[in-house]
């Protein structure tokens, strides 16, 4: 059984341009959630997704930012027109449902966007 | 308030020798859970020990165990045996049964480094 998968690893962008990070759950996992991990800082939430809704968006930015978790395929994190301050690290993790609070989140291996 | 507090920014410790690492936290919830996860300078976020709000005994995995004082609101990493390869980054989080959302928040971590 895979992990948590996120692709790509390392992502460049310029300033103004558009990133996509993905993030596949592991099978059977129908939550997601995102966090960022600013450099020297612990992981802030970003959003929380179930199978095509939008669950908790509280930690997303009001603006250029937007996720979704599809029916199928991959849950997906937009970044449109970046800045330099988007620089950072972005998890994923998944949990299974009906697990709630008790369980652990399982990281994915982050993606690492550097914004030039 | 921050809801979880880790009030080391860096420690050392010498080989073979034990480290508490600190972690407090804030919440009016009954149910909860408290995790700690190791981040190496290669970046991923690896599980290490969790903690129920009703486990009556502190939780153990191998050279990982977790001083859990419920009334101080307190939940303390000790290693013991340090090994060099447990230099790296510690970070505390709590998941919240109801005001959360199963969302984990994340303490400012601990870097721990293991001399020699």
């Known amino acids: 059984n895979a992990g948590v998968m996120q692709n790509p690893r390392h992502l460049v962008r310029r300033r103004g341009q558009e990133a996509r990070l993905r993030c596949s759950p592991m099978?059977?996992?129908?939550?997601v959630y995102w966090y960022r991990q600013l450099p020297e800082e612990g992981l802030k939430f970003m959003v929380y997704?179930?199978?095509?809704?939008?669950?908790?968006e509280s930690g997303m930015p009001k603006e250029r930012f937007s996720a979704e978790f599809p029916k199928e395929g991959p849950s997906i994190l937009r970044i449109q027109q970046v800045v330099r301050g988007d620089s950072a690290a972005y998890f994923c993790a998944s949990s299974p449902p009906g697990q709630g609070w008790a369980n652990e989140q399982f990281f994915g291996p982050g993606t690492r966007l550097t914004v030039l | 308030a921050q809801k979880i507090t880790q009030t080391q920014p860096g420690m050392f410790v010498q080989e073979k020798e034990a480290v508490t690492l600190d972690c407090t936290y804030d919440?009016?919830?009954?149910?909860?859970?408290l995790f700690w996860y190791k981040q190496p300078s290669s970046g991923e976020m690896i599980f290490l020990i969790y903690?129920?709000?009703?486990?009556?005994q502190n939780a153990t995995e191998g050279r990982y165990s977790l001083n859990f004082q419920k009334a101080r609101k307190s939940a303390n990493l000790v290693i013991s045996a340090s090994q060099l390869g447990d230099s790296a980054m510690y970070f505390c989080?709590?998941?919240?049964?109801?005001?959360?959302?199963?969302?984990?928040?994340f303490g400012d971590g601990t870097t721990l480094t293991v001399k020699p």
């Open positions: 997704l179930q199978k095509e809704n939008i669950i908790d």
């Open positions: 099978k059977g996992h129908s939550h």
């Open positions: 919440t009016s919830d009954q149910s909860y859970g």
């Open positions: 903690q129920g709000s009703y486990d009556e």
């Open positions: 989080a709590m998941r919240e049964e109801n005001t959360n959302a199963g969302k984990s928040t």
